[in-house]
């Protein structure tokens, strides 16, 4: 099997060049600027990659981890730019597989993040902007979620909107197949199309707001619903106060 090296700047500024079939980088999320902190863990093989969920901060509520909980993905494996994973819409579970084609713009700045120097890069996604710092000494062309792409592993990305971002907390060694029977299992089912699961996305929403419509017939204020995610995939739902009902 093919060997991944990366290099590991460490707080005490001494440099380590590892080899590893397998390797975890560890991020840290934070969301609406520490109003709910998660952590994750991305395992990276040479054929796969998972993207898997391990906590959450204790200065979370605890009806803020029960949304995040509720609302995450179970599964998450990637193959080079193609990710397939569960999407959970009231409750149901649906595999999906989406091919983002995100389209990088590598400046010529550089920053420092988490003792690594990085080179910075933008991108636009499913209605938001990002900035992303990006390690030109590491390289793996990954990172958190479904920012993949560049030159080197990212170290920390962020929404230029500031509700959402990810940090690098650690690199470390896997054992050697930890996650490759799951993927493959989990490889080998029937996935929906993103654009199929946006439109059952959009139908189910509308469909629970006729139902509440018809539930306040006789009362005269106004509700709103809105769905905060990263992905803006049904505009009027995700922005400003939501839909008006």
């Not at 709910?36 to 803020?64: C, H, P, R, V």
Request: glycine share 4%.
């Amino acid at each position: 099997m093919k060997k991944i090296k990366y290099l590991i700047l460490l707080a005490f500024g001494y440099q380590i060049v590892l080899e590893a079939q397998e390797i975890k980088v560890s991020y840290e999320m934070n969301v609406f600027p520490n109003t709910f902190i998660s952590y994750f863990d991305l395992k990276i093989s040479e054929d796969y990659s998972q993207w898997e969920y391990t906590g959450y901060a204790d200065s979370n509520s605890m009806e803020e981890v029960s949304i995040v909980q509720s609302s995450r993905p179970r599964k998450f494996y990637s193959i080079a730019n193609t990710h397939y994973y569960q999407e959970i819409l009231f409750g149901k579970y649906l595999n999906v597989v989406d091919e983002p084609d995100l389209k990088w713009n590598l400046t010529q700045k550089m920053d420092s993040v988490n003792q690594h120097l990085c080179q910075i890069a933008t991108t636009e996604f499913r209605g938001r902007k990002y900035t992303a710092c990006f390690s030109n000494e590491i390289k793996i062309s990954q990172g958190p979620w479904k920012f993949k792409g560049l030159p080197g592993l990212i170290i920390h990305v962020k929404s230029d909107d500031d509700f959402i971002e990810y940090s690098l907390q650690s690199i470390s060694e896997l054992d050697e197949n930890e996650f490759r029977q799951e993927a493959e299992d989990y490889l080998s089912l029937e996935f929906m199309e993103f654009s199929d699961f946006q439109d059952r996305f959009i139908r189910v929403h509308d469909n629970y707001i006729k139902s509440q419509k018809s539930k306040k017939e006789n009362h005269s204020f106004d509700s709103y619903y809105k769905i905060n995610q990263a992905e803006i995939i049904y505009p009027s739902l995700q922005t400003g106060n939501g839909i008006v009902y």
